[in-house]
């Protein structure tokens, strides 16, 4: 094989290998408190469903999406390294895209030096604390 056809073949390869990586998602990270603020009461109802948007966990409500942060009993259900749904601590699992209600608590402040993960530069900048699954 001349040095041309082989540096050809390489430089395919190449675009080929830097392809495959372009695809990949970093999953959303389930925010959870490590500690929770001292003022925080439970003060509403929360109705909508989880899902995943850009790299991001929300809560659809009728007002738009929000971004969620959770109780530190609440862990995310990954499959292939993305969140497909939360489990409560209690042996309830929430599947994404399922429309549930939770106690919670809303704030318009940026909750971030309470949570173990930083929120994605893509989550919506409302936030609702979901504090406990509402369970029939």
């Not at 966990?57 to 738009?64: D, E, M, V, Y």
């Not at 390294?81 to 042996?91: C, S, T």
């Not at 106690?103 to 919506?124: G, H, K, R, V």
Request: proline share 8%; glycine share 6%.
């Amino acid at each position: 094989m001349d040095m041309s056809k082989c540096l050809i073949a390489l430089a395919a390869f190449g675009l080929l290998a830097s392809c495959s990586t372009l695809d990949t998602k970093t999953p959303a990270p389930l925010l959870v408190l490590s500690a929770p603020p001292s003022d925080v009461v439970t003060l509403a109802l929360a109705d909508g469903k989880l899902a995943e948007r850009d790299g991001c966990l929300t809560f659809k409500t009728r007002g738009g999406p929000v971004t969620p942060y959770f109780s530190s009993n609440f862990q995310p259900v990954l499959d292939g390294g993305r969140v497909v749904a939360i489990e409560d601590g209690r042996g309830h699992r929430i599947a994404l895209k399922t429309r549930v209600r939770f106690y919670s608590s809303n704030t318009s402040d940026n909750p971030q030096e309470y949570l173990t993960a930083p929120i994605p530069a893509t989550c919506p900048k409302r936030y609702v604390h979901l504090q406990q699954l509402i369970t029939k």
